[in-house]
């Protein structure tokens, strides 16, 4: 008998019981204790955890005492539950946590050996065994394990399973690369449709900000500068020049001027006199003393080496692999991407022209003077730069400074410098899309809008001109006649031999027209044939008023051929009257009227709701071909056009026999339903004659293309869409008749004129 305990005698049964017991409650409370340890940061931040969890260790400690006299046997099951349980929550629960895991272990291990030690020897014993028992199975079924993966692996190195498993493995990794490939198209993607929002979330709609009055174009603009030209690359040593059938090595500048003429063998340009002789001079002077005293003539020179290695190099470009194309690509992206854009008032705007020229030999248009001369290579000493004056001036290539930085906020361009040709200024602009450019083109059509309330007037002032006792009146007069009805241009002042020989209005000379009082039925017809614009040939045959035929006799008497028409005006005197007039108003806003009068007008007549979406894309061009031809805007036929056109006329010849046989089968459908009247035969009829006219549809579509490609063949219409047409006219026309604007707009146009289709609706009028 123990004389601790109070109630008397006790077995040794009973005693291990209350022993057991007494443990378990131990190990809980001990349990909690370290449970309330961990938890005590999160705890403290959450009183109603805490109270909860006060409320819980109440009513354990209230069941620790109710139940210490009963129910031994049943607890001492529990406890060992208990504890198998929360020993499981806690590895589960800190298993990425090495330490507090070991250090748990340790303490779980020494609470084990206390209560086992408090167990009766039997006990312990029979424990022991599960344990030896368990460990045997344990180490049983590891080597188990490890004897399967030593036969796998002995078994995938036998010769039988090698080229199989090789199969799997190289179908595996075709599988990782298609994987690999599906990911990466699916990041392109996602880029792409990320740019594409970006920049439609990033458009400017400038033009909703208004105008400034006070002379500046920008507040802040910021660039790189232009990109040079890289530095020449000599030509390898097996590439030789002779001269009279004697190899001569050039020096390195004159090398260069050489390929310039060698890689242009082939063209007509070098067969011209002008060409040659422009060339050859200009290449003297780059020769040192010793080149020149021995390359005498042109014709004794033979760059017949250079050509070929140049053509060798053009067609190893063609040959190139796709890859190859695309790294080239991605560097010129590269370069665009770093020059090509500038931020102007806190927005990114696309450069149009950031390359500077490289150099080379002079073309010119026509039979320019200068053809053949030399374009020399453009240093960073000979560009000005136009930026902002709080942002970091552009930085100069490496060994190099610019000519001059200037911060000029009333000027629209980023560079500028002078080409020694013909000693133009050549500007770095902003692109056509740009804000610059945009209001640019929005007061232009808005000046030529103004003019429709004033030309009545102006147009009755020089026909009162044309009977005034003064002859520059009169001249003045007739200059603004044919301006204004034949839409030619202004014209300026050249000097002699220095360009080509293009004249406009106020240039005519006497050789340039010739009259006729009566051709065709005609009276006082006027027959024009000059050079214009770029070369382009003016011939007209245009009746005209007899007051403007008597002045015409009365400026050409007693004058040369090669005398002014126009002698005692220019262009700068046209303007000037036409600015009192309408302030803003110039000789050449007249073209832009009346060619968008034109197009207003010619819509409106041959243009009607019925009309298939082909036979209105029609209609439009046949507009703007009206114009093209006010404007004289020719073109040379294109080279491809004959081939394209016989491809039409095959298509056109095999839809015509489709269109045949599929009315042949309709008759035999319609046939064989009027004898069986079925279903069937029904919805073979029906189904005959959507064939029959989705070809016919087919076929009309195809004959207005090529009338519309023949009417089209010597016309540029373009030029006119961009330069001479209010865009708005061609929005306000599409919206009226539901015609897409991608039928009218390019991508170029629609980014240019931006503005116009933002703001226009379908009610607008020129």
């Known amino acids: 008998m123990n004389p601790e305990h109070t109630e008397g005698h006790v077995d040794a049964k009973t005693k291990r019981k209350r022993i057991s017991s007494e443990s378990r409650e131990d190990g809980r409370s001990n349990e909690r204790k370290k449970n309330r340890k961990m938890d005590r940061n999160k705890k403290e931040a959450d009183p109603v955890a805490v109270e909860r969890q006060a409320h819980v260790d109440n009513k354990d400690n209230n069941n620790l005492s109710s139940n210490q006299e009963g129910k031994q046997e049943v607890d001492w099951c529990r406890s060992q539950l208990t504890l198998k349980t929360l020993k499981a929550d806690k590895v589960k629960h800190h298993r990425s946590k090495t330490s507090r895991k070991e250090q748990q272990g340790k303490e779980d291990q020494e609470e084990q050996q206390r209560l086992f030690s408090e167990q009766p020897a039997n006990s312990l014993n029979s424990k022991s065994k599960r344990k030896s028992k368990d460990f045997k199975e344990k180490n049983k079924k590891e080597r188990r ?8 692996k002995e078994k995938d190195q036998s010769p039988k399973n090698k080229s199989t498993n090789e199969k799997k493995g190289k179908k595996e990794n075709s599988e990782k690369e298609k994987l690999k490939k599906k990911v990466k198209l699916e990041e392109r993607e996602d880029k792409r449709l990320k740019d594409k929002d970006i920049k439609e979330d990033s458009t400017w709609k400038w033009w909703e900000e208004g105008h400034t009055s006070d002379g500046r174009k920008w507040s802040s603009l910021e660039h790189r500068g232009p990109l040079i030209p890289p530095p020449y690359e000599p030509i390898p040593s097996n590439v030789n020049f002779y001269y009279n059938g004697e190899l001569v090595k050039l020096s390195l500048t004159a090398e260069e001027v050489a390929t310039f003429y060698a890689k242009m063998l082939d063209h007509e340009y070098t067969t011209k006199p002008v060409f040659q002789e ?7 002077e780059e020769m040192t003393s010793d080149e020149r005293a021995l390359i005498r003539k042109l014709s004794k020179c033979d760059f017949t080496e250079i050509n070929k290695y140049f053509l060798l190099k053009a067609e190893e470009r063609k040959a190139l692999t796709k890859e190859q194309k695309k790294v080239l690509k991605e ?34 248009r026509g039979e320019h003077p200068k053809m053949g001369k030399l374009k020399k290579r453009i240093q ?23 000519k001059k930085v200037q911060h000029d906020d009333t000027v629209t361009w980023l560079a500028s410098w002078v080409e020694n040709v013909q000693g133009n200024i050549k500007y770095v602009m902003l692109n056509p ?20 309330e004033k030309v009545e007037t102006i147009r009755r002032r020089y026909r009162e001109d044309w009977k005034d006792r003064e002859m520059k009146n009169r001249q003045r007069g007739v200059a603004l006649y044919f301006i204004d009805k034949l839409a030619l241009r202004a014209g300026n002042e050249k000097e002699e031999s220095e360009t080509a020989d293009t004249v406009g209005c106020c240039s005519l000379r006497v050789e340039h027209i010739r009259l006729v009082p009566l051709l065709d039925g005609l009276e006082n017809v006027v ?14 045959k245009v009746p005209v008023e007899a007051r403007v035929f008597k002045n015409l006799k009365l400026f050409m008497e007693n004058k040369d051929p090669g005398d002014d ?6 262009t700068g005197y046209l303007n000037k009257h036409l600015n009192q007039a309408m302030p803003g108003l110039t000789a050449k806003v007249f073209r832009t009227y009346n060619a968008s009068t034109t197009l207003q007008e010619q819509l409106s007549q041959i243009t009607s709701a019925d009309m298939s979406l082909e036979e209105k894309v029609l209609s439009y061009n046949r507009a703007n071909r009206a114009v093209a031809i006010l404007c004289n805007h020719q073109r040379a036929a294109p080279k491809t056009f004959e081939k394209s056109m016989q491809l039409l006329k095959d298509k056109m010849s095999q839809k015509e026999q489709q269109l045949e046989t599929a009315r042949k089968e309709l008759k035999t459908a319609q ?19 959507a064939a029959v006219k989705r070809l016919e549809e087919q076929l009309k579509k195809l004959c207005l293309q090529m009338t519309d490609r023949e009417e089209n063949k010597v016309i540029a219409l373009g030029t006119s869409k961009l330069n001479y047409l209010d865009p708005r006219i061609s929005v306000a026309w599409c919206r009226k008749f539901n015609v897409p604007i991608e039928k009218i707009y390019n991508k170029t146009h629609r980014d240019k004129f931006a503005w116009a289709i933002d703001m226009t609706d379908d009610t607008f009028t020129f």
């Open 433 to 452: 899309s740009s804000k610059l450019k945009g209001e640019k083109d929005w007061q232009k059509y808005e000046v030529a809008r103004r003019l429709k």
């Open 565 to 570: 028409l126009f002698d005692r005006i220019n």
């Open 527 to 540: 027959e024009f044939d000059f050079l214009g614009k770029d070369s382009i040939r003016y011939y007209n």
């Open 671 to 689: 046939k064989e339903h009027k004898r069986e009247q079925s279903d069937r035969t029904r919805r073979l009829v029906e189904k005959k004659e």
């Open 331 to 364: 560097e010129a992206s590269q370069l665009t991407e770093e020059y090509g854009f500038c931020v102007l008032d806190g927005h990114r705007e696309k450069i149009g022209n950031f390359r500077v020229e490289p150099p080379g030999l002079f073309r010119g």
């Open 380 to 402: 960073p000493e000979d560009i000005t730069i136009n930026c902002s004056r709080d942002f970091k001036v552009p930085a100069a290539p490496e060994g190099h400074r610019w």
């Open 145 to 152: 394990r490890s004897g399967n993966a030593r036969n796998q």
């Open 278 to 284: 422009n060339f050859f001079t200009d290449w003297r």
